[in-house]
DNA sequence: ACGATTGTCCCAAACGTTTGGGTATGGTTA
DNA sequence: TAACCATACCCAAACGTTTGGGACAATCGT
């Protein structure tokens, strides 16, 4: 009865029997390899089953083949906090390249928390996962070395630890452009917001930068702080407190970088103008802020899609190479004012 | 060999040979009814299956299980734009609540587009979910009509249109709790920045504030927007064009509402002080903000959990209710210093 | 002391696939 | 014309569950 399909009860013995064939032979023709199909099947018949299939709206039942075949074709993925526009950012890439790859993904927030990353790894793994996209891995990987030594295949995004194939932003050399950056407009009094010192993301880039100021001859204060726009204020605060003649702040995050320009504000100071202001991403929002803001630009979504392709090709059995994508430097007005004033 | 278990293999057969039992009564037992593990084996026998699988390590097979009983426990979610803060904040909700339900859930992205929305339904029913989650309904509710019509459970959040089910946040009461700040603050000209005009957010949320004003009797210049920084950033550069003598900006969403504050800058006045600006849901961000947002809070992670929960019973078959949450106006320094300086 | 009841467990089919084997039929080859 | 070989199929088992229906004792009521 065409024109009223409820929930695609058409099975591959549905077709088989409109077709008069085995199930098997419906099964080869519909996801074979061509080779399989023209050892299965006439032309005439994968053609007529085809046309079944297609009629009948025929959808494969996915438990059903994964119990058969053992795969689930389906990858989870750990990040930190979704409602951190970074990585869902992220994650919208590794959903985009599993729908492209016929792999299913899901996401699962662990706020950073050791117990939680364990948790949420042992359900993804109760879910049959092919493998594990972990956004949220810390320096001592000692829940992902837990992991490895269960054999479950995975890779890294955003953040490195050890040696466990990633695919990150070259964040080092990030920091590094923005302490050029700084270093071109006569900064010498600077201080950094470095974000959590477990995340390689943060201690990469603020060391990129602290090196490069010390590569010239200039110390740096550092703070570390949470990624976000709290986190952000209250490391200004401090930095403020503890050097009053900082004349520049680079936050290794956007929404940290918020946070410092509001902790400018909250210690009369202008952001921009007396104190730059830096931060990392180049989120949506630094271009449309009142006060733009200069960033460090990492390619979010394409780290996504090349952290499911790396996972692919670990699945496939391939060794993996991390790979490192690279930043650039996105110059706005929350770091030029202050030039055009002095 | 304990020590050693790479993907779970233990199965129901493998505590039935180590307990010397048949795998139904393992199963029984394990997955029973407190009712039908009674009528299952004894007490002690019981005892003995459940260290079996405590000690084994035993998690069932999820297709296995799902190819058995036709229900998937999987619920499928859309979303305009997962790296939307506010749909990630909601989807963390519904995550949350889905894994205390038993529920696993997946996102996708849909831009608003009918046609992405049509093809991810597609793709998610092709997963065999249980139900749909729906953070992207349009007023004209043809795709849910044909959702609909194919029988899918399914409820709306976020949004509503229709009848449909849905958990929203009392959009139209939140437009007029800012409208009658704006009001008690004596702005007489004033402008909205409505949002999408196919979301019933951004035209309750604009209503309610215009209704609002209406009463007052003062007109209310109202322009349509997308819901993200650049949208705002648009939509206040028309109105302050058409309207310079404006005071105050109402902004559907806080995203749109920063874009709002830049545009102001970019006009040459002091946003806060010569144009008041709210914005909506009350993002993590609006009170960081150098000039912090006066915003209406909305329970973004509390609609999410209700929709889940929602969706669960229009599972069980009870027939739902919708629910609306109620929004929460918060002011701070953006429409507060105006008021100072008149 | 007999049938009825209960407690404890097992059997077997089914869900929809995949896949390693068949087995007819017809056409070539020697 | 017998042996052979493709071609075009089909059979049946298996993946790990759930679930309706037994089966076999021991216990009970009378």
């Keep these: 009865m065409p024109g009223r399909y409820k929930s695609s ?39 007529a089953v085809r046309d079944w299939a297609q009629r009948l709206g025929y959808h494969p039942n996915p438990h059903a083949k994964s119990l058969r075949t053992a795969r689930s074709n389906l990858i989870g993925v750990l990040v930190p906090r979704l409602s951190d526009m970074v990585l869902a950012t992220i994650y919208e890439g590794v959903e985009d390249a599993g729908a492209r790859n016929g792999l299913a993904t899901f996401v699962m927030n662990t706020y950073d928390r050791p117990a939680e ?28 070395d837990e992991v490895a030594a269960r054999g479950v295949p995975f890779v890294l995004v955003s953040r490195y ?31 950094v917001v470095a974000g959590e010192s477990f995340a390689s993301t943060g201690v990469d880039r603020s060391s990129g930068f602290v090196d490069t100021y010390r590569k010239a001859g200039i110390e740096v204060l550092t ?4 990624f976000d726009a709290r986190g952000g204020h209250e490391a200004a605060e401090y930095l403020i407190k503890q050097a009053p003649n900082l004349t520049a702040i680079f936050a290794v995050n956007d929404f940290a970088a918020i946070g410092v320009l509001g902790a400018v504000r909250d210690a009369g100071l202008r952001p921009g103008r007396d ?21 460090v630009r990492s ?14 090709s670990v699945l496939r059995g391939q060794n993996p190479s991390s790979e490192r994508l690279a930043p650039e430097l ?13």
Aim: with cysteine; hydrophobic share 45%; net charge negative.
């Design 9 to 47: 009860s058409v099975t591959l013995k549905t077709i088989a029997q409109a077709a008069g064939l085995d199930v098997s032979t419906v099964s080869r023709v519909l996801s074979g390899t061509p080779d399989e199909v023209s050892r299965a099947a006439s032309p005439a018949t994968a053609a």
């Design 117 to 144: 990353q364990r948790a949420r790894i042992d359900l993804a793994l109760s879910r049959h996962v092919d493998g594990l996209i972990l956004g949220d891995a810390h320096r001592d990987a000692v829940v992902l």
């Design 223 to 226: 703070v570390n702080s949470a």
């Design 161 to 191: 630890a050890s040696k466990y194939p990633s695919v990150t932003c070259d964040d080092y050399l990030g920091g590094s452009l923005v302490a050029e950056h700084f270093l071109d407009l006569g900064h010498v009094k600077v201080g």
């Design 330 to 342: 996105v110059i706005r007005e929350s770091t030029l004012l202050h030039v055009r004033n002095s």
């Design 275 to 295: 104190i730059a202001v830096a931060g990392y991403n180049d989120t949506q929002l630094a271009a449309e802020l009142p006060l733009p803001l200069t960033s």
């Design 299 to 312: 390619p979010l979504h394409t780290m996504g899609t090349r952290a499911l392709e790396l996972l692919v």
